[in-house]
């Protein structure tokens, strides 16, 4: 695994000769060794097509290309980075959340409405996460930016899990999820102005869920 946790909201990676990195603009905060930084002028989210359809939808979030030999500290706005090591399944996860990534890792995106339809699409708005999301697939590492700490929820065909859409931050496995209407505390408490939505996550996998509802 290339990244080494400094603390909960700073990573180290480790580059090596002919490998390459991924990381959003602007993440490295120091670097030691011969490391260059390039933007990444495809997207770096599945190739052409994927970047034009997400620059449709105004998602595409600018990547560096990172390469040579050294380590390199990424961290950016304060925010907590959780890292998850992927051994040949695929994680759904926003591209604005992603911190940086092994570039051995099959990238794409998908269209929201692939999974449940016109929902899926409504699922997308609710969540403030868009139209598209990015997939990352294969055995690699990824650092994921949150806020206020993450945990991982197991997901298994027994019983699904259900998460606040706002507290989404990504999952991964074989996992089917869909929007549905329920009743919320903050409704109970006066706070909310109609039905709450809930994200119903099933399959087999597991979903990172941060301790807050703040987007980033």
Known sequence: ????????????????PG?????????????????SFTPNIQGGQGGVMSMIGRRMANEATPLMTVEGSGTVLFGHGGHHIQVISLTGDTLYVEADRLLA????????????????????MVRGQVTGQGLFTTTLKGHGSVA???HGGVI?????????VHVDPQAYVAHHGDVR?????????????????G?????ELSGNGAVFVQASEEKL
């Open 1 to 16: 695994m290339p990244f080494r946790e400094i603390n909960s909201k700073m990573v180290e990676a480790t580059v090596m």
């Open 19 to 35: 490998q390459t990195m991924y990381s959003q603009r602007g993440a490295m905060l120091a670097y030691k060794g011969e490391v």
């Open 101 to 120: 990534f092994d570039g051995t890792l099959q990238q794409g995106t998908m269209f929201m409405g692939s999974q449940g339809g016109v929902m899926g």
């Open 144 to 146: 994921v930016m949150a």
């Open 152 to 160: 991982e929820v197991p997901i298994t065909p027994q019983r699904a």
């Open 177 to 193: 999820n869909k929007l549905s209407a329920a009743l919320g505390w903050r409704d109970m408490v006066g706070r909310g102005s």
């Open 195 to 199: 039905e709450a939505f809930q994200l």
